[in-house]
């Protein structure tokens, strides 16, 4: 059966963002550190210089077929739409190279990127969006990408079946936390690995 | 230098205590997961079974003269005093062994019991009562046992030299988490150490 995953990166206070996300800052203030870490991984595999940081984060590009994401999480504008010539943070060729799902009240034409990214943009309930996005997937996993509130609605609907988490050894202090506003649905997760690397801990949750 | 020190076991989402503490559930509920694995050390040590958490268990234990501690974490009560009879949690020989100075607007005479635990019930300010815990442990560190908003206090002031944090793979959702209510403070430490072990990881803060 296909799985909805979820893989972040997030503070050893739990912030997977700052406060004030804005065009010039897309993780808002105080992630520097935490960005640091990502990129770092991020410059390992581009030079071939394996680790168990970039086999976590190869593991979690692997057998995903389709992408949902929050409007925040797409780019910086709040509110309607007033400049739809944004396509995203991530230039002319995204790294999805699949159907992204945003959920969004504001909706617009679907915009197909290089690359095979296509973004969609639906105000359907999170479940709805979760069909379309397996249909897409077409057999593959579902990685539900973010923001911390978009990750949540899912958790907190039971939606979620894989959170993979790298902890990063930074302090945040503020922002947006990912495992926050779950409540009882807190129990229905259980920490099944924790691994320590020299640079970070990698934790999966999964269903109880 | 004596060193003002943390030492606490959190969540794997960061919580310290779960909500709606009270006496027959002095960490509030939801929190058993996390108290079970806590347990399961102390046993360990017991036995005489050496691990890393037990070394970690020991290790918060070396070397403190005093403690400083809330009030909502020497007991149940809220408000004035209505029971003077509490002594505390830890029945008739506390296991500090020391001065407990214990954080209150609701001020009553020490209390002093068997095997050289003295709690002191202060309302001065957090830095007066720290000078009184050096000048108390005589040479050793002071830790500051909780709670989180105690924790946080010391934290905010700059005053905390070390934290120590073992953090167990158990989701608690709700109730008052360690790290939090820091903001900027939090940029004023860093994640010096980092150790996973099969139960749990371990991590060090310190200031920067």
Known sequence: MPKLRVHNTISFDGFAA???QREDAPFGDGFDGVQQRMLATMADRVKGRPNADVDFLERSERNIGATIMGRNMFGPQRGPWEDESWTGWWGPEPPFHHDVFVLTRHLRPAVRMEGGTTFHFTDE???KVLELAFAAADGQDVRVAGGPSTVQQYMR???VDEVHLTVVPVMVGAGERLLDNLGEAAH??????????????HAQLTRV
Do not use: F
């Open 125 to 127: 309930p999170i479940e």
């Open 18 to 20: 700052g406060p004030r």
């Open 188 to 201: 229905s997760y259980q920490v099944a690995e924790l691994v320590g690397t020299p640079a970070s801990v």
């Open 157 to 159: 609907a039971g939606l």
